[in-house]
């Protein structure tokens, strides 16, 4: 689909690439902002993210391209920020301390103007957001008060990730590996970034194809079954065979394993008592015609296919956050980043530590520290490869780390 047209650009006096900005002043947004932190916890955070910038701080690539947005209370409470360097960048954030630091997946040339429309969009990474799982959402941890951090949740939202860059992405899509790259969002979950000059190019409604087909949030019976007419009222329901890519394969493998396994109670769900009993009696000679793509095996092959189409949606669907990927303007997360809900770093991640990754070792700000809290309510959580239980009210002295992720949670005080 073509891309959306921009209005006429006017004059800007934003920066761009070829021109030097001028020093980041004192405004009253910013001041405002800083003096509502004000507490001890808050002074705390403040000065552990100062010391983490000192040495930390990364920029973007075409960072002279990219708008800035800056969060103190909320994630983004400031935007349409630009500098030409990584040092005015520096300079910025360690003279407000801001809690969050998010920049444009698309580039600009003249990433400060406003309205947007002045700032001549040139091209917008394709970026999908995976924050939940469909499985997550009968995890344990949520009738927990005392869960700090769910390490169950994000292996689920870990393997979405993996099997959307794998069996989508690279797969499916023909992006290149070495085109694609994944952080974590320093919370719940992972965003993964595409590099890849087309793909800079998609339209907004594009974007929003690809993350609903991911999502499964559209699909239904008539994308996976056609039928033919082959005779007065006799049809030939032909379906997702053994060749079938994408989710029309993962259909495929998904009732063939239901066959195989020749469970009752769990066909039932899907098809006829009659067809369950058929099955279980010859379950290789109906594989074989699944193999074959007819699907008109069964005797209602449209409501089976449906019924399958809504539960599978469910137990091996992707959960991506749609918006994120279709916004041509939106802010995202910048990478190595401390998240000011967590004090996790939005840590980018090296494709061999992928599969292993776990935050409460790999996205910690400082190597050492400790530091005396005091909990407002009891706390468990595995952390730094120990195991924590914290009684609240009890003064206890716990690795910086996590006392950065419990103040940054407001579950605690400084002792």
Not at 214 to 228: M, P, V, Y
Not at 288 to 314: A, Y
Not at 377 to 399: A, Y
Request: charged fraction near 30%.
């Amino acid at each position: 689909m073509e891309e959306e047209k921009q209005g006429a650009p006017e004059k800007s006096n934003a920066a761009t690439p070829e021109t030097k900005t001028e020093p980041v002043a004192a405004t009253e947004p910013f001041q405002q902002n800083a003096e509502m932190q004000k507490t001890p916890e808050g002074d705390f955070i403040d000065e552990k993210l100062r010391l983490y910038y000192e040495i930390n701080l990364e920029a973007p690539n075409k960072i002279a391209r990219r708008e800035f947005g800056f969060g103190f209370q909320k994630k983004i409470d400031i935007r349409h920020k630009a500098f030409a360097n990584l040092q005015e960048l520096s300079r910025f954030i360690s003279t407000y301390s801001p809690r969050f630091i998010s920049y444009s997946s698309a580039i600009y040339n003249f990433p400060a103007a406003r309205p947007i429309e002045r700032k001549e969009r040139l091209g917008v990474e394709l970026i999908f957001d995976l924050d939940g799982s469909p499985r997550n959402e009968k995890c344990g941890h949520k009738k927990s008060a005392g869960t700090l951090f769910c390490k169950k949740c994000l292996e689920n939202v870990r393997q979405d990730a993996i099997t959307l860059k794998e069996d989508f992405l690279i797969s499916e899509f023909g992006f290149k590996k070495e085109e694609i790259w994944q952080k974590f969002s320093g919370s719940k979950g992972f965003h993964i970034h595409i590099q890849n000059e087309k793909a800079m190019e998609l339209s907004s409604n594009a974007r929003r194809e690809l993350a609903f087909y991911i999502s499964a949030s559209e699909l239904g019976a008539q994308n996976f079954l056609k039928r033919e007419e082959i005779a007065k009222r006799k049809f030939k329901y032909s379906g997702p065979d053994s060749t079938s890519k994408g989710w029309k394969g993962r259909l495929h493998r998904e009732m063939k394993r239901l066959l195989l396994a020749s469970d009752f109670s769990q066909m039932k769900r899907f098809i006829s008592k009659r067809d369950a009993e058929n099955i279980s009696k010859n379950p290789v000679h109906y594989i074989n015609e699944l193999d074959n793509g007819n699907w008109g095996i069964f005797s209602k092959p449209e409501s089976t296919i449906q019924k399958f189409v809504d539960r599978k949606k469910k137990e091996i669907g992707i959960e991506v956050d749609a918006s994120v990927t279709f916004d041509l303007h939106r802010l995202i997360r910048l990478e190595n980043s401390i998240h000011g809900d967590t004090g996790f770093v939005a840590k980018k991640i090296e494709d061999n530590l992928f599969p292993e990754f776990d935050p409460t070792i790999h996205a910690l700000p400082f190597k050492k520290g400790e530091t005396t809290i005091i909990p407002n309510d009891e706390i468990k959580i595995e952390f730094q490869n120990q195991s924590f239980r914290l009684e609240g009210g009890k003064r206890t002295e716990v690795p910086t780390n996590l006392a950065l992720l419990i103040l940054c949670k407001k579950r605690g005080k400084l002792a």
